[in-house]
């Protein structure tokens, strides 16, 4: 089993606490209102995995339904519904393959998941990225709008997606014509140490050295916003 997949299936707890961590200056709610404003809307959220963007959207939107292909995931999604008392929509499935509606959603969404296919897949990521991107484009309404959330380097000084995946997000913007934007998305942990025992299941030793070495205690992230109007 892949090194992420055996996270989402086994390490959901852990994953879910990294992420409280994440976005201290709260860049993402406020750069992604303003691209495809939530308020009102019925949303989809596609690798919804532990709830991180139905808690963000949580009382704005008017309908959310979070999908995942990982059942342990949505179990400690709906812990984390219980607990802000939401009523978001869980649905196990492929994003590949949504078992959506044409034209239901007013936006889709997917955060730090569909970059995942390109290695999984990686002689024929197009193609599975693909399945994706049409499913986004059919089962959201004329007028609707798709964003997707993605990696630009954790740990960096500045945003490096390194050139595997510099080459999805080129092929988003010049093949899928969507826009994109950069904001940061820094993890704030208590102490230094912290830092480095929250993180090392998923992201590995290298980062860890780099933590004690640096005296993080305020770890730095980049995140792209990728947008398109339908």
Not at 73 to 78: D, E, F, I, K, T
Not at 184 to 200: G, I, R, W
Request: aromatic share 12%.
């Amino acid at each position: 089993m892949e090194h992420f997949q055996y996270i989402y299936n086994y390490c959901t707890v852990e994953y879910h606490r990294m992420i409280t961590a994440e976005d201290v200056d709260r860049n993402l709610l406020a750069t992604l209102s303003s691209l495809v404003p939530f308020q009102g809307m019925r949303v989809l959220d596609l690798g919804t995995g532990t709830g991180r963007i139905p808690i963000m959207l949580n009382g704005k939107a008017v309908q959310v339904v979070g999908l995942d292909i990982s059942r342990a995931m949505l179990h400690q999604n709906q812990t984390q519904r219980a607990q802000f008392n939401g009523s978001w929509t869980l649905i196990c499935g492929d994003m590949r393959q949504l078992p959506i509606i044409s034209g239901w959603a007013d936006i889709t969404c997917a955060g730090w998941a569909i970059g995942h296919l390109q290695s999984w897949f990686s002689g024929e990521w197009r193609s599975q990225i693909g399945h994706v991107l049409s499913e986004m484009q059919r089962v959201t309404g004329p007028g609707g709008s798709l964003a997707i959330l993605e990696t630009l380097g954790t740990g960096c000084l500045k945003p490096s997606p390194g050139k595997i995946l510099a080459e999805y997000y080129r092929w988003l913007e010049q093949d899928w014509g969507f826009s994109s934007q950069v904001i940061s998305t820094d993890y704030q942990f208590a102490s230094v140490n912290e830092a480095a025992k929250c993180t090392e299941f998923f992201f590995g030793p290298e980062l860890v050295t780099q933590i004690h070495q640096q005296g993080w205690s305020r770890l730095p992230e980049w995140t792209g916003v990728w947008w398109k109007k339908l």
